[in-house]
């Protein structure tokens, strides 16, 4: 079963494309590897809400405002089509 890249985004998001993984090997690969890395793993728990909070993700005002440009792309295109 294929999920997408929909998991992908919060990674990217925040800075962390290298937890993305293409397959569910390179998933787990991924997991041993971090896991076995105690200090890098303290260093990214350390810094992650700030990270985070700093991201587009949290940026709600930036998402209202892509949202509303969008809403009006598709109106506007709909009422060129409709004429």
């Known amino acids: 079963m294929?999920?997408?890249r929909t998991s992908a985004t919060p990674p990217d998001e925040t800075g962390h494309p290298e937890w993305v993984a293409e397959t569910s090997e390179g998933y787990v690969q991924r997991a041993e590897e971090w896991s076995a890395d105690l200090s890098r793993l303290a260093d990214v728990r350390a810094k992650?809400?700030?990270?985070?909070?700093?991201s587009p993700l949290m940026d709600a005002r930036g998402f209202a405002d892509r949202v509303e440009a969008a809403f009006r792309d598709v109106?506007?295109?709909w009422c060129a089509e409709t004429r």
């Open 48 to 54: 992650l809400r700030d990270g985070l909070l700093a």
């Open 2 to 4: 294929s999920h997408g």
């Open 75 to 77: 109106w506007r295109r």
